[in-house]
């Protein structure tokens, strides 16, 4: 943990916009932005420069990172400075496992609970919250790994939310896209085909955290 000293090293007017956009989406989405997105909102040059400001934000306390999460993962393991002084922790049960792959028409069964700080996570505590076992890779551009636990709010979808969706009857993690009057799930990951509903979309719920580590079992 960053002591207050460091926290209140000046940030330069960039990183200051960096560390808005980072409060502000989390806000809105209740996970960090990714490298990518970072890059695209600012228009950098790479992924690198994002990286980067992040690493600064780290250095001067404004943020801090989770023990044991790789450079890769940098983004969506951020939090901010101070909060995990404060957070109520919140006990989350996991049903089951999501394909983040192609669709599965497995039935979720709860088998644990996930312990989670609620205001990191910017979770709504009068909200329906569950949590799912990611497996596959067709989420990995969004940060999204197999064996992660992706936090899930039952509540309406907005165009491109994560989402917890049952499909034609098979159940997937998936980008959700409105495009036009017909909207369908797309994947992070290249190696997989956009998923466009024959008869029903339903969405279960909307992603609102991730979480690595442990499950505690009942």
């Known amino acids: 943990m960053f002591s207050q000293t460091v926290f209140r090293m000046k940030l330069t007017s960039r990183q200051q916009e960096v560390l808005d956009y980072l409060q502000s989406e989390h806000r809105r989405t209740g996970i960090m932005p990714s490298t990518r997105e970072i890059q695209e909102h600012f228009g950098f040059a790479s992924q690198t420069a994002a990286v980067s400001h992040?690493?600064?934000?780290?250095?001067?306390?404004?943020?801090?990172?989770?023990a044991g999460d790789d450079e890769r993962r940098r983004a969506r393991c951020l939090m901010f400075a101070g909060a995990a002084d404060r957070e109520p922790i919140l006990d989350i049960p996991v049903y089951g496992a999501i394909p983040a792959g192609y669709s599965d028409d497995t039935a979720p069964v709860a088998d644990g609970t996930?312990?989670?700080d609620v205001r990191s996570l910017g979770l709504n505590q009068r909200?329906?919250?569950?949590?799912?076992?990611?497996?596959?890779?067709?989420?990995?551009?969004?940060?999204?790994?197999?064996?992660?636990?992706?936090?899930i709010e039952s509540r309406e979808p907005r165009?491109?939310?994560?989402?917890?969706?049952?499909?034609?009857g098979e159940t997937t993690l998936k980008r959700y896209i409105v495009n036009g009057r017909r909207p369908y799930l797309k994947a992070e990951n290249p190696d997989y085909p956009d998923l466009i509903p024959a008869q029903e979309l339903v969405i279960q719920g909307v992603m609102v955290g991730l979480v690595r580590g442990a499950v505690k079992r009942w």
């Open 127 to 151: 909200a329906k919250t569950y949590a799912l076992k990611v497996r596959g890779e067709s989420m990995i551009d969004a940060h999204i790994m197999d064996g992660d636990h992706v936090i």
């Open 54 to 66: 992040l690493r600064a934000l780290e250095r001067k306390g404004a943020v801090t990172r989770r």
């Open 114 to 116: 996930l312990s989670v």
């Open 159 to 168: 165009d491109r939310d994560i989402v917890a969706a049952l499909i034609d």
